[in-house]
């Protein structure tokens, strides 16, 4: 069985702090794949990135980095120089590489950016 | 392209009623998929389908029926709608069984019933 979890229900910091949103994954299998989507005020669903099981190295998109830790089962993801814009709501996610390969996604943290 | 689209989007039902949510995919995508968000519980796969014909059940499907007759639809109904059913429904949608190709999301419906 699979498990996401997020700690942090809501979290809530001044513009231009920065924040790191952090994700607890349980699973048996050995290749899968681990998500970050994000859920704006109109409430469509964005996708953020994808990370496979082998690949273990950081990334870094402008003011967004994921940390991937297989030792601990984490994939936290930090915003820097927080704007409000960022504001929303942030999914983890994780999704095996075999069978029909359905998303299993965490509750969620409520980010909330404040001027 | 429109991707994903769903209809409607948004819902009132009283406890009882029935309706159908129509999610379509213009991609030629064989996997769909029927999600429910509600507050503190992420997204849960309610149904989902590995191609036309084909339907299969999720993490949460008692109270929903599903079809997929045809390849470009995913069809969720509900038969007698109940409180707890009140949620916001996605609709997701995948080329194939390629663990390279991503789902897309339609962009919801929100369901309340009362």
């Known amino acids: 069985a699979q498990k996401v979890t997020q700690a942090q229900t809501e979290i809530s910091v001044v513009e231009k702090e920065d924040v790191t949103l952090d994700c607890v994954y349980e699973?048996?299998?050995?290749?899968?794949?681990l998500f970050w989507y994000k859920q704006p005020p109109s409430g469509e669903l964005v996708f953020l990135i994808r990370?496979?099981?082998?690949?273990?190295q950081n990334e870094i998109s402008g003011r967004y980095s994921w940390n991937f830790q297989k030792s601990t089962s984490s994939f936290n993801f930090t915003i820097t120089a927080s704007q409000v814009v960022d504001s929303a709501v942030y999914f983890c996610?994780?999704?095996?590489?075999?069978?029909?390969?359905?998303?299993?996604f965490g509750q969620g943290t409520r980010l909330t950016i404040n001027p | 392209n429109a991707g994903v689209t769903q209809t409607p989007k948004f819902r009132v039902l009283k406890t009882g009623q029935s309706m159908t949510l129509l999610c379509a995919q213009d991609?030629?995508?064989?996997?769909m998929y029927w999600y429910r968000q509600d507050p503190g519980m992420g997204l849960r796969l309610i149904h989902y389908s590995v191609g036309e014909g084909t339907t299969a059940k999720g993490e949460v499907p008692d109270g929903y029926n599903v079809s997929r007759l045809k390849k470009q639809n995913f069809l969720l109904g509900l038969e007698s709608a109940a409180p707890s059913q009140t949620s916001v429904y996605f609709c997701?949608?995948?080329?194939?069984?390629?663990?390279?190709?991503?789902?897309?999301f339609g962009p919801g419906t929100r369901l309340t019933v009362t």
């Open positions: 991609m030629n995508h064989e996997y």
């Open positions: 699973t048996r299998d050995t290749t899968y794949y």
């Open positions: 997701a949608s995948r080329k194939s069984w390629d663990s390279r190709y991503e789902q897309y």
């Open positions: 996610a994780l999704r095996p590489f075999q069978g029909a390969q359905k998303l299993v």
């Open positions: 990370r496979n099981s082998f690949d273990e």
